[in-house]
Every structure is written in C-alpha cells, then in structure tokens.
C-alpha cells in the first residue's frame, strides 16, 4: 500500500500527462502569438487561483529582496514569473514539434566568442547555467550552431511524464545526460569533455546531500559542488551560459568569459571558491531578470543529509571559508 508521499507523486504524474498530452497535440499548430496570449491569460488565472503556490513564491522573494523591494514590487514580480513560466511551457511544446524553428528563429547569441576560446583549451566546457528565462531553448539553440552541448539533468518523478519526455527527445533532438544512474553519467560526463565538448550544469536549486553551503541573495543555500568537482578534476574551462526573454518575446542567450577562479592546491578550499563563484554570477542574473526565475523553488530549505560524516565535513568546509573571508581585509 503506497503512502500519502507516493500517492502525491502519483496523481502529480498523472495530472500532468493529461494536461500536457492534448496540449502538445494543439499548441504548436496555433499562430505562435494566439498561443502567447493564452498563455498570458493561463499565467495570470494561475496566479490569482493557486493561492499556496503564490504564498510560497512571495515567502521566498521576500527572503531575497527582503531589504531592497515593497510587497507591491514583490506581487508584480510574482505575476510575471507566473505568466512567463506558462509561456516557456509553450514554446517547449512548440520546439518539440515541426513547428520548432518558429522559436528558435527567435533567439539570438551574444558572446560564442567566449565559448570558442574556452574550446581552444581542448579540456572540455564545463557550463553553467540557471533555470531562468526559457533554459530549455539554450541546449538545443547551440546545437543547431554546430556546438557538441549536452545537458545534465533528471527524468520527471512519474513514469508518465517521463515516458512522455522522452519520446519528444527520441524525435526532436536535444542531448541529455541522465543523472540516473549516476556511474553511468559520470562516465558520460568525463567523456564528452575529453572530446572536447560541453557539459551543462543547472546547479541554483536546494541540494538535498552532499552539497556545500554559499551565499545566495545574502543567505547561507546548500548548492551542488558537482561542477566544481569535475572541472577541478579535468582541467575543463568553466563558462556561464544564460538565456532570458524580451519584452517582445525573443530571446537572447548570453554566453560570459571564462571564470577564472585561484586554485590553491586545497581541494576542499578550491570546490567552496568555485561553487560560490558560479553562484554569485547566478545571483547576479536572476538579481537583473527576477521574474524570469521559478521562486517557487526552495531554495534555502534544511534537509538531513544522508551522511552524517559527509555532512559535518561539508558544513566544516563552509564554517572554514566563512572564518577566512571575515579575517582577510576588506
């Protein structure tokens, strides 16, 4: 007999199949603009009706700007996220069907330059990326410009909705890296980058375990050392790769110079510098586009680590590095 915890995810996975099937069979054979204003329509009811969902995304952006924006601010930037988010779902229907080059055509790259001389290192990219603006254009929109770009991340939590991705993968295209199971990602991971190739990473959600703690909008937030560790391992070039929405609906992708981060020899020390390196760039872009963020997202929740070692090292790392940054003059 399936607990209360099981049968949420159930009738979540089967909720979502049967919202996002019919839609996929509709959507993408609209004018591209009648499915915007629908989407704004659908955003805005979502908004006004899903009242704990909206409660969470106030409590966490008043956690971030909580000295610098008045709630009036804070419930327009709400409404946006709401109605952006509904967008994105859109043009993700939209370019997984023969539609797709109406969304594409709609996004410009700013900065490959960075990207081809991180290349030239022939040690592989390690990209770092957000889920904010419409993330799951940018993989796809590299691709068609000739760069090897895969992207980690993991199945949905129903079978359903996983099955359903799936197939749109299998016919549309899009390199992916699952993280399950993980020896098989690593060694994926550690190939594509001795080929030379682009292992993006979307580390800005609550790592459960095994993650350090670093600042983020001035609070202390376990994120993922993932990418740290296996550039710091490999020699790979790190470079931040975003991608955000116009006032008109375009897009623009946004890829920055290199982080060049001080290796110091410590491993422990050179994981924490790193992690809060790639952090604070993410920070600084959902600082500039915070409606184009999903606040509904935890971000500084507590979980118990499965590790109680793994643990008390972790937060000795982050306890260390705090001292050090409070001791050296400013």
């Known amino acids: 007999m399936m607990n209360g915890h099981e049968l949420k995810k159930r009738i979540n996975d089967c909720v979502g199949w049967l919202v996002l099937r019919p839609l996929y069979a509709i959507v993408p054979h609209l004018p591209l603009r009648i ?25 966490n952006l008043r956690v971030a700007f909580r000295k610098e924006k008045g709630d009036d601010e804070l419930k327009v930037i709400a409404r946006e996220m709401s109605i952006h988010m509904v967008k994105g779902a859109v043009e993700l229907l939209y370019s997984c069907s023969p539609s797709m080059e109406k969304i594409f055509e709609k996004v410009k790259i700013i900065g490959k330059e960075n990207l081809d001389s991180a290349r030239t290192k022939k040690r592989g990219v390690v990209a770092i990326s957000s889920h904010l603006g419409n993330f799951t254009l940018l993989g796809r929109r590299l691709e068609k410009d000739g760069y090897p770009f895969y992207t980690l991340r993991k199945d949905p939590k129903g079978p359903l909705l ?3 991705y799936r197939t749109l993968e299998r016919i549309y295209g899009g390199r992916f890296i699952y993280v399950e199971p993980w020896k098989e990602c690593l060694r994926t991971m550690m190939g594509c980058l001795r080929n030379n190739e682009i292992v993006c990473f979307i580390p800005d959600e609550n790592k459960r375990h095994g993650g350090v703690k670093v600042d983020f909008f001035g609070q202390k937030a376990s994120t993922a050392i993932g990418p740290a560790v296996l550039a710091l391992r490999t020699g790979a070039s ?37 992690t809060s390196a790639y952090t604070r760039i993410i920070e600084d872009y959902v600082r500039r586009y915070p409606a184009q963020w999903p606040w509904i997202s935890n971000r500084w929740r507590e979980k118990p680590p499965r590790k ?8 000795h790392i982050t306890k260390t590095m705090d001292e050090q940054n409070s001791t050296e003059p400013s």
């Open 35 to 59: 499915s915007y204003a629908l989407a704004e329509k659908l955003g805005l009811f979502a908004y006004l009706t899903l009242f704990p969902y909206r409660k969470r995304v106030l409590e």
């Open 308 to 315: 109680r070692v793994r643990a008390k090292r972790l937060d």
């Open 162 to 164: 996983t099955r359903f």
């Open 238 to 274: 790190v470079v931040p790769v975003f991608i955000i929405r116009e006032r008109d609906d375009t897009h623009t992708l946004i890829i920055e110079p290199e982080l060049n981060c001080e290796i110091s020899g410590d491993r422990d020390k050179d994981v924490y510098l790193l």
